[in-house]
């Protein structure tokens, strides 16, 4: 079953750069790596996603190595409201429809 | 331009009380999904559509059922609640699933529900 991996908490200053390193096990070969944002209170957002190498928006970059096995959201400068929890959710399994999305990373930006 | 929308916001069952949680979409998606998810956990899925008059199981999917008579709505229904069933439900759809740049689920802003 195809699975990701990431830590449960991080916790950073304001104005550093935050990276969030996300695993992929068994990523299908067709599959893009999208992540998620999620305030308390309110349903997950989509915030950035990609296929290879590197993707830029205005919210976040998102890394990928050429063997797809991991991810790295990136975080610019954060500031008091990037404090959430982060997703990268997988299929779980060929040709299955659900994506599933674990616990994810708890941000905690501190003033 | 209203994206996803959950109806109702909250609401108290006592056990064994039935409900119907409505979601609505305006993004004419094909996809449309329901998680739960309960304090310290991530989303759970319960059931799916991958398009209109077709719905399919999650991981979750015991004490509740879902129709999709129309595309831009997804029902779930609880015949008889129980207190394991108090948590925040969240509806979402996309565009397209898997294998596709458009598979990105976008959310609702949640039903809460807590069984008395």
């Known amino acids: 079953l195809a699975k990701t991996t990431q830590p449960i908490s991080m916790d950073s200053y304001e104005g550093q750069e935050v990276n969030i390193t996300c695993s992929h096990n068994?990523?299908?070969?067709?599959?893009?790596i999208t992540w998620y944002q999620q305030f308390p209170s309110q349903g997950p957002r989509f915030i950035i996603q990609?296929?290879?190498t590197k993707v830029t928006n205005e919210v976040a970059s998102l890394f990928i190595p050429a063997d797809r096995k991991s991810s790295t959201l990136s975080l610019p400068r954060v500031s008091l409201s990037d404090t959430a929890v982060y997703y990268c959710?997988?299929?779980?399994?060929?040709?299955?429809?659900?994506?599933?999305f674990g616990k994810g990373t708890k941000l905690s930006v501190i003033p | 331009n209203a994206g996803v929308t959950q109806t109702p916001k909250f609401r108290v069952l006592k056990t064994g009380q039935s409900m119907t949680l409505l979601c609505a979409q305006d993004?004419?998606?094909?996809?449309m999904y329901w998680y739960r998810q309960d304090p310290g956990m991530g989303l759970r899925l319960i059931h799916y559509?991958?398009?209109?008059?077709?719905?399919a199981k999650g991981e979750v999917p015991d004490g509740y059922n879902v129709s999709r008579l129309k595309k831009q709505n997804f029902l779930l229904g609880l015949e008889s609640a129980a207190p394991s069933q108090t948590s925040v439900y969240f509806c979402?759809?996309?565009?397209?699933?898997?294998?596709?740049?458009?598979?990105?689920?976008?959310f609702g802003a949640g039903t809460r529900l807590s069984v008395l």
């Open positions: 979402a759809s996309s565009y397209s699933s898997r294998g596709n740049a458009k598979n990105i689920q976008y």
């Open positions: 068994n990523i299908a070969t067709n599959d893009y």
């Open positions: 990609g296929y290879k």
């Open positions: 959710p997988a299929y779980s399994g060929a040709g299955s429809y659900q994506l599933t």
């Open positions: 993004m004419n998606h094909e996809y």
């Open positions: 559509s991958v398009g209109e008059g077709t719905t």
